[in-house]
């Protein structure tokens, strides 16, 4: 086998391993869990972003814009604490901006997260309810909830990578 040859079942080797290794830290089903995550937390916040551009009007759509806004930001953050299998963080090798911390203090994180569905139930009864004021006041507290996470557990590379 010449040289060339040899270099390049090394390197197929290598490939292999470092595939195997890639699995073994982070199974397929932990990598799967990645982009579905990415994207229904950007459902939320697009929800939530839609809400908050409604205030800003100065004139509510109920019906086309706050009720079913609110209603997606509820039904996301019901599952929200189960879009983080250990295994589906930074070690998955797939680009996360889940911080190693999520798993390191789940007790913190879950805290969180409870919090946010709580605040996701009221926000969706305040614009069931078509309550301007009420509306306000818990978008302002959502905001605060999604806030304290995303400082803690959320790489600051998101804001970077997300800028418009």
């Not at 195997?20 to 995550?37: D, S, Y």
């Not at 305040?126 to 995303?150: F, M, P, R």
Request: positive net charge; contains cysteine; aromatic residues 6%.
């Amino acid at each position: 086998m010449s040289a060339l040859g040899i270099r390049c079942l090394a390197a197929a080797v290598c490939v292999a391993f470092g595939f195997a290794a890639l699995e073994a830290a982070a199974g397929p089903a932990e990598v799967a869990q990645i982009k579905p995550r990415q994207d229904k937390l950007r459902d939320m916040g697009g929800a939530l972003k839609a809400i908050t551009d409604e205030i800003k009007k100065g004139r509510i759509d109920w019906d086309n814009a706050a009720i079913p806004n609110a209603q997606t930001v509820k039904d996301r953050s019901v599952y929200i604490l189960n879009w983080f299998p250990k295994g589906s963080g930074p070690e998955a090798h797939v680009k996360t901006y889940a911080l190693p911390v999520i798993w390191q203090k789940p007790d913190d994180f879950t805290k969180l997260g409870k919090q946010l569905q709580a605040d996701a139930v009221k926000l969706q009864q305040v614009a069931n309810a078509k309550d301007e004021a009420g509306l306000k006041a818990q978008v302002q507290v959502i905001g605060k909830t999604c806030k304290a996470c995303h400082d803690t557990y959320r790489s600051p590379d998101y804001e970077k990578d997300n800028e418009e």
